[in-house]
Each structure stands twice: as C-alpha cells, then as structure tokens.
Nanobody, 113 residues
Framework: QVQLVEFGGGLVQPGGSLTLSCVASESMFSHYTMGWYRQAPGKQRELVAQITSDYRTNYTDSVRGRFTISRDNAKNMVYLQMNPLKSEDTAVYYC???????WGQGTQVTVSS
C-alpha cells in the first residue's frame, strides 16, 4: 500500500556533498516519523537521522553536524543533506517510515578519492 523510493546517491570525493531524496506514496505522510538508515559493507544497518511529524530531528553521533534531515510534506518527500562527506559514510542509504515499518530499496553513496 505504501512505497518508498530513494534517489540521489552517487560517487563523491571526501569533503564533497550529496543530497538524498525519498518519496513516499502515503496520503498521511505528514503524520509519520521518517528516517534515514545506512548499511556499509560488512556492517549492520544503522540509524543515520530521523525527523518527526512535528519536525524534531535526531542524528547518530558520527553524522551530527554534517548531515541534515528535512521534509516537504506537500511533496511527500524526505531529504538528507550530507556535507562534508567522509570515506566512512560509504554505504547504501535507506528511507524508512517508522510507524508503518516500510523501507525503500536504497541508494548507494560512495565516498572515495
């Protein structure tokens, strides 16, 4: 019933920036907490950032101050601005609707010189 699609990943050099986007097919999108997660090769999936329906945000320590999560309810979209990127940010990034337990297919972010 609900679908999430992530896009905006790619290859970037350390110190560069990327903005990830996620679009949700959910009529009550504005009511939900949205999140970005990532999974690096050989590591478990980890929470990167969350944004609630009332625009409260939360970040994992390793990205706080570098990443910014935001949402546009009129477009059913969530964004993740990443600047500056580090090599250790390399991972597949996934979008999540917390209350519904839905996940997108992921978008690859590769940070390499």
């Amino acid at each position: 019933q609900v679908q999430l699609v992530e896009f905006g990943g790619g290859l970037v050099q350390p110190g560069g920036s990327l903005t990830l986007s996620c679009v949700a097919s959910e009529s009550m999108f504005s009511h939900y907490t949205m999140g970005w997660y990532r999974q690096a090769p050989g590591k478990q999936r980890e929470l990167v950032a969350q944004i609630t329906s009332d625009y409260r945000t939360n970040y994992t320590d390793s990205v706080r101050g570098r990443f910014t999560i935001s949402r546009d309810n009129a477009k059913n979209m969530v964004y993740l601005q990443m600047n500056p990127l580090k090599s250790e940010d390399t991972a597949v990034y996934y979008c999540n609707v917390y209350e519904l337990g839905y996940w997108g297919q992921g978008t690859q972010v590769t940070v390499s010189s």
